[in-house]
């Protein structure tokens, strides 16, 4: 399974941004997807996966979506009221189901970051 995340740049305070991964392989559509971030000398952190329903990390809920679309093996994270805290390199990951799901040892497969940069 390959992963590619895309949609970060710069943005302000209160503006909003859409990250995109698309996954390919056989088996891509049988993985749940999740995204990731990773701000400068922070350990990589959960921020949202779907199974079913939607999983956030409490720093992003209300603010953040999740969705994805099996069609277009496409997985996306709406991202709205980006605060600077939200600065971060963004990953998208494949794997299957944990209840452990936060711990990014239980993903399997990781594509290549996206850079968020919210200004103040």
């Known amino acids: 399974v390959q992963l590619q995340a895309s949609g970060g740049g710069l943005v302000q305070a209160g503006d909003s941004l859409r990250l995109s991964c698309a996954t390919s392989?056989?088996?891509?559509?049988?993985?749940?997807l999740g995204w990731f971030r990773q701000a400068p000398g922070k350990e990589r952190e959960f921020v949202a996966t779907m199974r079913g329903d939607g999983y956030y990390a409490d720093s992003v809920k209300g603010r953040f979506t999740f969705s994805r679309d099996r069609d277009k093996n496409t997985a996306y994270l709406q991202m709205n009221n980006l605060k600077p805290e939200d600065t971060a390199i963004y990953y998208c990951?494949?794997?299957?189901?944990?209840?452990?799901?936060?711990?990014?040892?239980?993903?399997?497969?990781w594509g290549q970051g996206t850079l968020v940069t919210v200004s103040s």
């Open positions: 392989g056989r088996s891509a559509n049988a993985y749940i």
């Open positions: 990951a494949a794997g299957v189901w944990s209840l452990h799901y936060s711990s990014p040892r239980q993903w399997r497969y």
